[in-house]
């Protein structure tokens, strides 16, 4: 499969067979006879889509082919502007899915922003570079049985993908945890002010240490200013920008395609005891023509934590009454699939009223923003390299006692004891509806976000119906854990933002509001007239009506040891099914305590080696026959 090609590839004529009137083929010998087939068929070029298909496609031997159901990234500024990412949300790019109402959050849908483009999430998403703690990857070892995954194993890949550009101005990063020639480009971006001196500073004054590198074996407790995966030039570095540049995007052997939404894993049920994939069936629109390719060594699934469910399901992999109730036949029977749906529920912003020109607010203006935009074409620099989310505190809710609460305290659920529950972050601009709601009266608003960071609460991922086009039904069912330790956890994060809100040196940068202590009135808690005495009750009843995801959903087809309760196993194989795996976050086996770019592309980057040793083994075993 040599011929020339040009990526992405946007006609399935070129890359793929039409599917017959009689369906698609029933066994492997037929498929490989009559489709277009390649060694590896990837589904989703996302965080982990686009690591696999560049690392599997460096041996000139491999045929990859990648299908992504959106469209090319490479044009789209709002993804290469790093503070523009908010402006990509209910647009084309965006899978733009909902929740199901949810019953501790006021019976409210809350909206669930997943990138539906070349990069996925990651062209989209906060770019705040995170490892995470290393209990939580321990943890998966330890406690969820997933040898080979703790983060010991995961750490060289860390820094194999990293190109981590040091800041003089911020020197206290330990280069031995870090990675200098990867693809993947990390650093310090644009920093306001009132983040640096009145945040961060305000954290470190209530108690919480500075801690300068989040992304070493010592774990992200702390205050820390946010490293982002932005680039030299100011630009967003996706795992589409690093992984799939224009040099690895004309490989003879690697195949992107767009718009090539994929409805069904293909398999073989005859010719072996186990059911084997032997391709993919997709679509480009709804209701549109069906393709076919063949996988002839694999299929992966990489589409996330809502997709990857959701194809699984249209496959016969899953629950068997879910499936009969699709009227899908079963492939292979699996409880677990869309099942231990954990995701990271911020409260809402707690919003600060600054002083006119301490925060970002100016720029949603167009015209303000002109000169900026200016700035950021010629040079790459200024404050559309922000990345909203630039600085961050991460605490143990279990370190904290509040004499106002009522409730009990939060029990320790964290990872380990170096491993946080709670992260508050800090934005220069008001977040409110996911940025799509501009400040009142033109106000600088400096936002508080608190996340409860390892929930107890899980949902799920199931089927609407049996078309791959109808988002699949979501539910997180947030706060539903019976001790209510997640409301818990959250309350303490309100209390510790009331405390940072006070701190002189976050003070210096604030203004007064009328005092207000209605809590529907737009700057409460900041505007009540008493910290102290604002009760449980109306912190619980505010955060109910506003709390909103921070896009980390994970877990619904969970590595582990047994198909009793996990989907993949070990080497990401889908449990009784030949020549599938998957590989994203849906195979989290527990939620981790931080942002999951780094982690996915590393567990990514890993795969990628163990499939490669597979086959390199194979071809020597062939050549001593
Ligand atoms: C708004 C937002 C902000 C975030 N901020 C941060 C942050 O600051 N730092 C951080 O570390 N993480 C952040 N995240 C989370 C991070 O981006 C995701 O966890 C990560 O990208 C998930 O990787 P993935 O490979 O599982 O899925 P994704 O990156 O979402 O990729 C899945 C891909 O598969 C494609 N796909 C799905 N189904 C199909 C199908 N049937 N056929 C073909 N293609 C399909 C999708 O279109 C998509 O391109 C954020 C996420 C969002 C949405």
Not at 403 to 410: G, I, N, V
């Amino acid at each position: 499969m040599n011929r020339r090609h040009r990526n992405p590839l946007s006609d399935p004529l070129h890359y793929a067979t039409p599917q017959l009137h009689a369906g698609p083929p029933a066994t492997y010998a037929t498929a490989q006879r009559t489709l277009r087939g390649y060694d590896y068929v990837i589904v989703g070029a996302g965080a982990a889509g686009c690591v696999l298909a560049n690392q599997l496609s460096e041996d000139k031997n491999i045929s990859v082919l990648l299908l992504e159901a959106g469209g090319d990234h490479s044009k789209i500024l709002a993804s290469k502007i790093p503070l523009m990412f908010p402006k990509l949300f209910h647009g084309e790019n965006d899978w733009k899915y909902f929740t199901v109402e949810q019953r501790a959050l006021a019976s409210r849908r809350l909206y669930w922003p997943r990138g539906r483009m070349i990069g996925g999430s990651t062209s989209m998403n906060a770019m705040m570079y995170h490892h995470c703690s290393k209990s939580d990857f321990d943890e998966w070892a330890s406690v969820h049985g997933c040898e080979g995954w703790s983060y010991d194993a995961l750490a060289p890949y860390l820094r194999r993908m990293e190109k981590f550009t040091p800041n003089p101005g911020r020197p206290a990063i330990d280069s031995q945890h870090r990675g200098a020639d990867g693809k993947w480009h990390t650093g310090y971006s644009w920093l306001s002010e009132i983040s640096d001196k009145g945040f961060v500073a305000a954290c470190e004054e209530v108690g919480i240490p500075a801690n300068p590198d989040v992304n070493t074996t010592r774990g992200s407790l702390g205050v820390t200013r946010f490293q982002t995966f932005i680039d030299s030039k100011g630009q967003r570095s996706s795992m589409a920008t690093a992984f799939l540049s224009p040099e690895v995007l004309q490989r003879p052997n690697l195949y992107v395609a767009c718009h090539a939404q994929v409805t069904r894993v293909i398999f073989d049920t005859l010719s072996t005891k186990e059911p084997t994939a032997i391709g993919v069936e997709f679509q480009t629109s709804r209701g549109g023509p069906r393709f076919e390719v063949h996988a002839k060594r694999e299929v992966i699934l990489c589409g996330g934590s809502v997709n990857t469910p959701q194809t699984l399901l249209l496959s016969g992999i899953g629950p068997s009454e879910e499936l009969a109730d699709h009227r899908i036949p079963v492939v292979q029977e699996n409880d677990a699939v869309g099942k231990n749906l954990k995701d990271h529920l911020c409260t809402t912003a707690m919003l600060c009223k600054a002083k006119s020109g301490k925060t970002l607010d100016y720029l949603s203006s167009t015209v303000q923003a002109l000169p900026a935009l200016i700035q950021w074409m010629l040079f790459g620099k200024g404050p559309l390299t922000n990345n909203i989310g630039e600085a961050a505190a991460f605490i143990r809710s279990t370190d904290y006692r509040f004499p106002q609460s009522l409730e009990s305290p939060a029990e320790d659920n964290t990872s380990g004891p170096t491993a946080p529950d709670l992260e508050v972050i800090g934005a220069p601009m008001a977040f409110i509806h996911h940025g799509e709601e501009a400040p009142i009266n033109g106000s600088n608003v400096f936002s508080m976000v608190p996340i409860s960071l390892r929930p107890r609460s899980s949902g799920t991922v199931t089927l609407q119906s049996r078309d791959a086009f109808d988002p699949p039904i979501i539910d997180p069912n947030y706060l539903s854990d019976q001790d209510n330790n997640d409301l818990k956890v959250l309350l303490a994060g309100l209390r510790v933002c009331l405390k940072i809100m006070r701190s002189p040196a976050f003070q210096k940068f604030l203004e007064p509001v009328p005092v207000d202590d209605d809590p529907s009135s737009y700057w409460w808690p900041y505007s009540s007239s008493d910290i102290d005495a604002i009760s449980e009750g109306d912190l619980i009843r505010w955060m109910k009506e506003k709390a909103f995801t921070l896009y980390h959903p994970v877990g619904t087809a969970r590595m582990g040891p047994t198909p009793d309760n996990s989907v993949v196993d070990m080497e990401c194989r889908v449990h009784g099914v030949n020549r599938l795996r998957v590989m994203d976050a849906s195979i989290f086996p527990e939620q981790i305590s931080g942002h999951p770019t780094a982690p996915i592309g590393a567990m990514a980057f890993k795969l990628s080696d163990e499939i490669r040793k597979g086959v390199a083994a194979e071809v020597s075993a062939s050549a001593k026959l």
